[in-house]
DNA sequence: CTCTAAGTGTTATATTATTACATATGTAAT
DNA sequence: ATTACATATGTAATAATATAACACTTAGAG
């Protein structure tokens, strides 16, 4: 169908399942598990598990989501350019994650990486915390 | 059955199936996954995967062994104590897992933790890595 | 001995993720 | 435009990981 709309040279334009996957982690800001991503994109035509799988793979790579691990869930990425590198909180209580943006703290990690002499690629950083709210009560 | 063997006020003692599951993470060192564990000991006696499920959670609450999340997989603690603080390096490219016993690093950890008045539980970090035999070839 | 918490054994089922294969699409080079 | 290639799609089947439910047993405290 008239495909003539400005797509222009960027071959880094996702497509209509990346697009939609995106567009729901976006907007929920929430770590989103697979199976409830698929339950609800139906009605947006997606139909198997493998259509949602393969978008989270491929927005994992670009770095605009990440996984968690921990609880096998997705998220959308916060930083504009954390690359394949992570790093959250989860409340013990309520499961809330957050991811942490605080720069000093990833440049800590960076720095007592180089000190220790790790060659490391990327890293995964899962803290269990108790949030302020469930602090409180 | 005679249980008159000196269990004195040890309630710490492990049941069977903790036992015998420790033991074969223990023999092995490197991280194995549950069904791997229960094929492995069919002949022991174990015959489903709750009962791996089971003794395998008790490990984990006892600090004497640490689930690595990303792969599914566990695997001894070698450290003392490391509660249920967890630290490891995968390697990218052979899966190999070690744990990070360097305590300058954990102590770091700590501090950039206070540093950041996180209130920290526990935690669970994973640097993927390019190991030494991986590198050179 | 009795009570209780923890553990066991078993079946069934839920949740998470991948394999395999045929088809379609986007992009670049001819 | 035609070919070639990498990437994405749609679908069905199945693998891998983990838990629920229930009846029963054991170990240790009082």
New binding site residues.
């Given amino acids: 169908m008239s495909?003539t709309h400005t797509?222009s040279?960027?071959?880094r334009?996702l497509?209509?399942?990346?697009r939609i996957v995106l567009d729901l982690l976006q907007n929920s800001g929430e770590p989103l598990?697979?199976?409830?991503i698929l339950d609800s994109l139906k009605k947006e035509?997606?139909?198997?598990?493998?259509?949602?799988?393969?978008?989270l793979?491929?927005l994992v790579k670009l770095g605009k989501i990440h996984?968690i691990?921990s609880?096998?869930?997705f998220i959308i990425c916060n930083n504009s350019n954390c690359a394949s590198n992570t790093a959250f909180t989860i409340c013990e209580r309520c499961g809330k994650v957050k991811e942490i943006k605080n720069k000093h703290l990833k440049d800590s990690v960076s720095d007592l990486v180089k000190d220790n002499q790790l060659e490391i690629t990327r890293y995964n950083l899962e803290f269990y915390v108790l949030c302020k709210s469930c602090k409180i009560n």
């Fill in positions: 495909s797509h040279k960027k071959s334009s497509t209509k399942n990346q598990k697979a199976y409830f035509g997606l139909n198997s598990p493998l259509q949602v799988y393969r978008a793979d491929k996984k691990e609880i096998n869930s």
